[in-house]
């Protein structure tokens, strides 16, 4: 991880932890870069910034955010035949 990056295990509403009912591949941390919250995934291939909180502090509104934002087909690969059937359907 990059010396800039430090990661929040522990807040004060453990909102890192229960970002992780959300995905749970999830983890928080804090750009001190950019004076900035940051949620990235284990799971994303290359850069593992999923998205930057909006807010000054992590609260409900970021397990909000990330409930609402969250892509569970993001990177990963559909079966052949789930897509062939996918793309019959277009035509």
Not at 83 to 88: D, F, N, Q
Request: overall charge positive.
């Amino acid at each position: 991880m990059k010396s800039y990056l430090r990661p929040i295990t522990d807040d004060l509403y453990f909102i890192a932890s229960r970002l992780k009912e959300i995905d749970p591949s999830y983890f928080v941390v804090y750009n001190l870069l950019r004076s900035r919250y940051e949620v990235h995934s284990k799971e994303q291939r290359g850069d593992t910034l999923c998205f930057v909180v909006p807010y000054k502090a992590l609260d409900a509104r970021t397990l909000e955010y990330a409930a609402r934002t969250r892509n569970p087909f993001f990177g990963k690969r559909v079966a052949a035949a789930k897509e062939r059937s996918w793309l019959k359907t277009l035509l």
